[in-house]
């Protein structure tokens, strides 16, 4: 199946600093990807959009200032959480498919965000 | 995409089958019924999706009732790396954005 790599895995960062998050569809071409948050004991949930060429489409509650998505490429799409806090400590995913029905999304490994 | 329910945790023998129930009953008769699952601390995985009909592939197997109101993922000979969290997942197309509810936590033990 196709193959979704998201890089770093782990990383931890200094409170009020800005970590780049990077996810790539290695053998297809994504016009949309998907960003998700999860927080321990909790499930996935959506923050936003990436749509290539445009912005992002942000859920509500999710602050655009904060966490910037560029998807400049067809096959990359970067998350940047800004200013970190530790409140923002998770497990961020993101997920790649073909759009359209009877379709299947192809998640990336995760990249596990410590702020301290 | 339709609500989901599922049992929030399942318990299961290594080499039994594994059955996991998920109720939606207000799923439209344009959305398809996706599973994926998580283990710990890992992406999601996609299993199998369907729409009307049961499907099987090489990791489970997806029972759907006549009403598309309910379905059933069956792991077949379950083994201690199918403990995980599973998702069932009622939307249009799986390539779009999903949207999870809690899943259901199997733990398959010796």
């Known amino acids: 199946g196709a193959v979704v790599s998201q890089h770093p895995s782990r990383v931890i960062c200094k409170s009020g600093t800005s970590v780049k998050i990077e996810c790539r569809s290695l053998d297809f071409q994504a016009t949309t990807m998907f960003w998700y948050r999860q927080f321990p004991k909790q499930s996935l949930m959506l923050m936003a959009t990436?749509?290539?060429?445009?912005?992002?489409?942000?859920e509500q509650g999710v602050e655009k200032d904060k966490f910037l998505i560029n998807h400049a490429s067809l096959t990359l799409s970067t998350l940047t959480v800004t200013s970190a806090h530790p409140e923002d400590s998770s497990f961020y995913i993101c997920?790649?498919?073909?759009?359209?029905?009877?379709?299947?999304?192809?998640f990336g490994q995760g990249t596990r965000l410590t702020v301290v | 995409d339709a609500k989901t329910t599922q049992p929030p945790s399942m318990d299961c023998a290594e080499g039994r089958a594994a059955n996991l129930p998920c109720n939606h009953s207000?799923?439209?008769?344009?959305?398809?019924v996706y599973w994926y699952r998580q283990i710990h601390s890992q992406g999601p995985q996609y299993i199998i999706h369907?729409?009307?009909n049961n499907e099987t592939n090489e990791m489970a197997s997806l029972i759907i009732t006549e009403d598309r109101k309910s379905s059933t993922l069956i792991l077949p000979h379950a083994t201690l790396r199918d403990t995980a969290v599973y998702y069932c997942i009622a939307v249009t197309g799986g390539g779009n954005k999903l949207t999870f509810g809690t899943g259901t936590q199997l733990k398959v033990e010796l």
């Open positions: 990436s749509n290539e060429g445009s912005k992002a489409t942000y």
């Open positions: 369907g729409l009307k």
């Open positions: 997920s790649a498919g073909s759009a359209g029905p009877n379709t299947e999304a192809f």
């Open positions: 207000t799923i439209s008769g344009n959305e398809y």
